[in-house]
């Protein structure tokens, strides 16, 4: 770690997360328990500087500023966002708290990332809609094609 590492007064989450990514850098190919450790603790020292209250663990569905679309568990917006900033290393362009996964299922219907759609990138926009699970009943049928009955079918 570095004298970058304490939380600065002001300092947005995104910036934070470059703080800490700055502060403490993964060296190698893979981050060891050690590094996860050191981040860990400098996000939770972000977090406690900033005040955040702890909620419920959810899972948070976010859309990072180069379009991936990802999740973590946390137990706030700003743990979430924090969290991604500083492991993806992009700053997030929304954050949703998803307890149901359902946002993020809008974005991968099979219900997570296979290995080809790990690097999908969709536009940057707010977030999808959730859709019911269940069509209107109005549209159940339209798929189907019925003959509807004409004047002259019905005078044989």
């Known amino acids: 770690m570095n004298s970058r590492s ?50 419920d663990r959810n899972w948070h569905t976010v859309q990072l500023a180069d379009g991936h679309v990802v999740g973590v568990w946390a137990l706030s917006a700003d743990e979430a966002e924090l969290d991604l900033t500083v492991w993806w290393g992009v700053r997030c362009h929304w954050v949703v708290a998803d307890p149901g996964c359902r946002l993020f299922h809008e974005y991968f219907p099979m219900g997570k990332r296979s290995a080809t759609e790990a690097e999908r990138r969709f536009p940057l926009a707010p977030p999808r809609s959730i859709r019911d699970r269940f069509a209107p009943a109005d549209s159940l049928l339209d798929g189907i094609w019925m003959p509807q009955p004409t004047d002259s079918s019905l005078s044989r």
């Not at 995104?14 to 800490?20: D, H, K, L, T």
């Not at 850098?25 to 020292?45: F, K, M, Q, S």
């Open 6 to 55: 304490a939380p600065l007064a002001g300092e947005s989450l995104a910036e934070a997360g470059e703080r800490i990514r700055d502060a403490a850098p993964i060296r190698g190919e893979r981050a060891t328990d050690e590094d996860c450790r050191i981040r860990r603790e400098l996000i939770e020292a972000t977090l406690t500087a900033r005040s955040v209250a702890p909620g």
